[in-house]
């Protein structure tokens, strides 16, 4: 039987959603959006009805999946509703999992001593985000918060990239000047279903499909422009000291009780796509986060998504997060201790970085190295892990060269996708409080007040669960 929905949810007083949805639970919720499970009427299809609060992440998160509709890695809009004055309702192809869910349970059958993952499963985990992320980087779209959560993960062992909240399209400078002084695009009230659509922006333009040359070509302009501006993006945030540096503006995501893996931006010190080419640095996930984005950098590319998609990689090997900061300070730190001292000697320009003189610490003098993190791997996940995790993002390998990347064409090939396991489906907010939940986060490396307890025993009782600390 379907759990009874909430009547207090404010998505039952939007007439021409319950015209066409019957909602369910809801399974989800982020810093920005609720999600709901639910069925069209008409066909019976079971969606996800995103309903997102933030006016700036609605609006990004429609644009970029309205581009990338028809990518097989990408989660698929349906359509949307958006209307004046309301919260956007985005309605998603349903997807039960998630890869952190697949990588928790792989570390609970290797705790219990049974096999993690095979290796010819990591490789189709990556074959299948490296061919999502290569998908929004030929559109040159930039995810900023690729992360385990926000790759959902069907039954059948299909990975999509989801949460296009903080996606930006990246936009020549010459480009973005010539429309500053154009009215901004509002997004046309109900959009029915995208079947058969083209690739087409809010801006109403064709989004060219690039050629794997165009592609390389334009990732290289890119790269090559990726200077540092001295301007303040950050000065009509809140949040701006004067200083517009990474400890004025990102300490304040210390103030989340979240265990590094929630995700932030701010909105305020961002126009919206068209603004003037400069982004905010307060963007992702701490843990994903890539060192010119916690060095307060306003000027980046596609470059930090393939920060992040190292730091998920070496999770899959691991089935450990890489880089479990607990601050943003102790992030960088973290950083520091494996790959060394960050300097010119590693990124020619880095001095350059809004916080780079803010932010210092002692020589390390013996790096851990990627290969100290990972000891039981082989050189050459190593040099494919290096290719993503080192300083200078310029050095970092596209999506697209790291899927020619020999790793993936030599034995154990990647298994078929039908062979991956994906565990029982995930609790939602609505089971916040399960022992599940509860035990999911005792797992996990946090600053949470019942750390000093050491472990904690969760059990289920007819009336809801209790805590024991042994
Ligand atoms: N298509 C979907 N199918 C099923 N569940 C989904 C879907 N999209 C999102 N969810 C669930 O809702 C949760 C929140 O969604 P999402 O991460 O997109 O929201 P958000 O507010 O942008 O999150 P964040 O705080 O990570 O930025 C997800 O963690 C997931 O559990």
Redesign the pocket.
């Known amino acids: 039987m379907e759990k009874q929905p909430a009547s207090s949810w404010s998505i039952h007083t939007r007439p021409e959603i319950i015209a066409k949805y019957e909602i369910f639970e809801r ?7 609720d ?1 709901y ?1 639910a069925r069209r009427i008409s066909d019976g299809l079971i969606v ?1 009805l ?1 309903e ?1 609060f933030d006016y700036q ?1 609605a609006f990004r998160e429609i644009d970029a999946l309205s581009i990338l509709h028809g990518s097989p890695n990408v ?1 698929v809009m349906h359509e949307y509703f958006w209307r004046e004055e309301e919260n956007a309702v985005i309605v ?5 999992s ?1 890869l952190a869910a697949v990588i928790r349970d792989a570390k609970r059958r290797k705790k219990k001593g049974e096999e993690g993952f095979r290796v010819g499963e990591i490789k189709r985990w990556m074959v299948q985000i490296l061919d999502g992320v290569d998908a929004c980087h030929r559109s040159l779209i930039v995810h900023r ?1 690729l992360k385990p ?2 790759m ?1 993960v069907g039954d059948d062992g299909v990975l999509k990239l ?2 296009f ?2 996606a930006r399209i990246l936009m020549e400078p010459d480009v973005v000047a010539s429309e500053e002084n154009q009215q901004e695009e509002e997004p046309p009230e109900v959009i029915p279903d995208y079947v058969n659509s083209s690739q087409k922006g809010l801006d109403g333009e064709e989004h060219e499909v690039l050629s794997k040359e165009e592609y390389f070509r334009q990732v290289e302009e890119l790269k090559a422009k990726q200077v540092v501006r001295d301007d303040n993006i950050d000065k009509d945030s809140n949040v701006y000291d004067g200083d517009a540096s990474c400890l004025a503006t990102c300490t304040v995501s210390e103030m989340d009780d979240d265990f590094g893996t ?2 932030f931006a701010y909105d305020a010190d961002e126009g919206l796509d068209g603004g003037e080419g400069l982004m905010t640095s307060c963007v992702g ?1 701490r843990w994903f986060r890539p060192p010119e984005l916690l060095y307060g950098s306003t000027m980046y590319g596609l470059e930090i998504d393939l920060w992040s998609l190292g730091c998920v990689f070496a999770e899959l090997l691991s089935l450990e997060p890489l880089f479990p900061g607990v601050s943003d300070i102790d992030q960088i730190s973290r950083v520091t201790s494996v790959l060394g001292n960050l300097n010119e000697e590693v990124w020619a320009g880095c001095v350059d970085l809004p916080d780079y003189k803010s932010i210092s610490f002692a020589n390390v003098e013996s790096p851990l190295g990627i290969e100290g993190c990972l000891p039981n791997h082989s050189g050459d996940v190593i040099a494919l892990l290096k290719k993503l995790i080192c300083y200078d993002p310029a050095s970092r390998a596209t999506a697209m060269e790291l899927l020619n990347d020999k790793y993936f064409k030599d034995e154990p090939l990647p298994v078929p996708v039908s062979e991956l396991y994906v565990p029982p489906a ?1 609790s ?1 907010p609505d089971d916040e409080d399960s022992p599940r939940m509860w035990n999911d986060h005792r797992d996990m490396d946090s600053d949470s007040d019942f750390d000093g307890f050491g472990p904690v025993n969760v059990k289920p009782t007819s009336s809801g669960f209790t805590i024991e600390f042994p």
Do not use: H
């Not at 399974?27 to 959006?33: D, E, F, K, M």
């Not at 998603?92 to 039960?96: A, G, K, P």
């Open positions: 399974v989800g919720s982020g810093a920005y959006a999600v499970r996800a995103k997102i992440s989660v998603l192809e349903f997807l039960r998630d918060d959560g926000n959902l989801a949460d909240g903080q929630n995700s996930t995930m939602g």
